[in-house]
């Protein structure tokens, strides 16, 4: 939205500031609605990766994604990857949906497969424990099932050109090799947002939960990043096991799962110190991804 002249400006500035201290790597993420040759050319120029939101086909993607006139995006959306994949190349890292339980999970991988681009995400949608998911027919394990569907799928062979990160995550995790990314691990946490007006943020989807709890309370020009490991919202990321509600301290997947994401484990009554609000769905997806990569294995 802000153009390719203002953005440019944006990165002399941080470049100006960090000199040769730091390594800086720009990223979007987008809807791609607005990609223009302008901004194609600035993203090849300044070797920015560009992720973008969409969640399946037209069907899918409206269901979530209108424009503020109610208006469907998809076209545009599909419009924008086509010509991020025609000038930018393999800096076109991949796409991000937001997973939906009403829809077929083999349809939409499938329809997402089709953008051409070596990955995807598949994310659950922001709920907590007081705006919990809905469940149809009452299934606890309806979004476990959602994502099973689509992984013995890929693991088979299906759409096996694309990485999925959720799974890739999972799997790493489950052999003892570590997490790729800052959800679901027990690893300390090293990112941390900055908003547009120079405060510091825990991570950004805590917003999700309406609670504020995403506000430090604190701005760059007075505050710096090293000083920032002792506030509360940050230090608790680093505590591994520590962190964790007691359920899932002596649950058998707690370093592959570690609580679920974060956002998602809130309450008013508890704040964070609660399992993710997905928690018969991740236990019974881990548990069923363990007993399949077994079976694979033992048939190899």
């Known amino acids: 939205m802000a153009g390719a002249d203002r953005l440019e400006r944006f990165i002399e500035i941080f470049l100006g500031e960090a000199r040769s201290d730091f390594l800086i790597i720009f990223a979007i993420q987008t809807n791609a609605t607005l990609i223009t040759d302008e901004l194609c050319e600035l993203i090849r120029h300044r070797n920015i990766q560009v992720s973008v939101s969409v969640d399946g086909n037209q069907k899918h993607n409206d269901l979530h994604r209108l424009d503020h006139r109610g208006k469907s995006s998809h076209v545009r959306t599909a419009a924008g990857i086509a010509k991020l994949k025609e000038t930018v190349g393999e800096q076109l890292s991949g796409l991000l949906a937001v997973m939906d339980i009403k829809t077929d999970p083999l ?22 424990w007081d705006k919990p998911p809905p469940r149809p027919g009452d299934d606890e394990h309806a979004y476990g099932k959602w994502y099973f569907e689509i992984f013995k799928a890929w693991i088979g062979g299906r759409n096996s050109h694309l990485d999925i990160r959720f799974f890739t995550h999972i799997l790493s995790q489950l052999v003892g090799n570590g997490g790729i990314y800052e959800a679901m691990t027990l690893a300390p946490i090293t990112l941390l947002t900055v908003n547009t007006a120079g405060g510091y943020e825990a991570v950004d989807c805590i917003k999700s939960t309406g609670s504020g709890a995403h506000h430090l309370g604190l701005h760059v020009k007075e505050t710096s990043v090293s000083s920032l490991l002792t506030h509360p919202a940050i230090e608790v990321r680093q505590k591994g096991e520590g962190q964790l509600a007691p359920k899932c301290q002596t649950c058998r997947f707690k370093t592959s799962c570690a609580g679920g994401y974060y956002p998602h484990r809130y309450s008013v009554a508890n704040s964070f110190n609660n399992p993710s609000v997905y928690c018969s769905d991740l236990y019974w997806l881990l548990s069923e991804i363990t007993t399949h990569v077994k079976a694979l294995n033992r048939h190899a």
């Open 107 to 128: 349809e939409v991988f499938d329809a997402l497969a089709q953008y051409g681009t070596t990955s995807v995400e598949f994310l659950l949608p922001h709920h907590n």
